[in-house]
């Protein structure tokens, strides 16, 4: 095989054409012509790369690139399936994250408008559990006040009708009425 190789080296050589006086001529089959040169060394060229099997490598690795890219291709459109399913997850929960926060703002809003009428209602309870206090201890101020002043008038009529009935009364009179003033009580009592 090795001769193959050497062979059109040999025949392209200036010293081979000018040999027994040969005048090289532009003929199709002729050695002298470049055009037909150039096609033997091509037409070798391609049976070395076909004898070392150069087509069907470069048909592997273009086959395992190829697959090499698919893959790639495969596992990148399955990222992105999953990133879009992992967006719409997100996007998701937070739709329902502000959901939520607005129902917790809702109740939240609703409970402090509860407890704020609540506390107005407790408020008015207290306050008017405060003016009944303060109205029963005013009536009983005023009651006391009556009492004492009742109290007052009846000991100074009492000192006054004592001046005036031992003034007016003799001793027996007074013995009189202390025994009907006895009689009295004693009869209530029982």
């Known amino acids: 095989m090795r001769y193959l190789m050497v062979l059109p080296a040999l025949i392209a050589t200036p010293a081979f054409a000018a040999e027994d006086g040969y005048e090289p001529g532009y003929g199709l089959v002729s050695l002298f012509n470049t055009d037909w040169v150039v096609l033997i060394g091509f037409l070798t060229f391609l049976s070395i790369l076909f004898y070392f099997g150069?087509?069907?490598?470069?048909?592997?690795?273009?086959?395992?690139?190829?697959?090499?890219?698919?893959?790639?291709?495969?596992?990148?459109?399955?990222?992105?399936?999953?990133?879009?399913?992992?967006?719409?997850?997100?996007?998701?929960?937070?739709?329902?994250?502000?959901?939520?926060?607005a129902r917790i703002v809702a109740e939240a809003k609703s409970n402090a408008e509860d407890a704020a009428a609540e506390a107005k209602v407790e408020i008015e309870?207290?306050?008017?559990?405060?003016?009944?206090?303060?109205?029963?201890?005013?009536?009983?101020?005023?009651?006391?006040?009556?009492?004492a002043v009742r109290d007052r008038a009846a000991s100074v009529a009492v000192a006054a009708a004592a001046e005036v009935i031992a003034g007016n009364t003799s001793a027996a009179d007074q013995n009189k009425l202390i025994d009907d003033a006895i009689e009295e009580v004693g009869r209530k009592l029982h």
């Open 125 to 147: 309870r207290s306050i008017a559990r405060r003016l009944a206090a303060a109205e029963e201890q005013i009536a009983n101020a005023e009651a006391k006040a009556a009492r």
């Open 54 to 101: 150069v087509p069907a490598m470069l048909g592997r690795m273009l086959d395992q690139r190829a697959e090499g890219i698919k893959s790639e291709l495969d596992e990148a459109r399955a990222l992105r399936e999953e990133a879009q399913t992992l967006l719409a997850s997100y996007e998701r929960k937070a739709r329902e994250v502000e959901d939520q926060s």
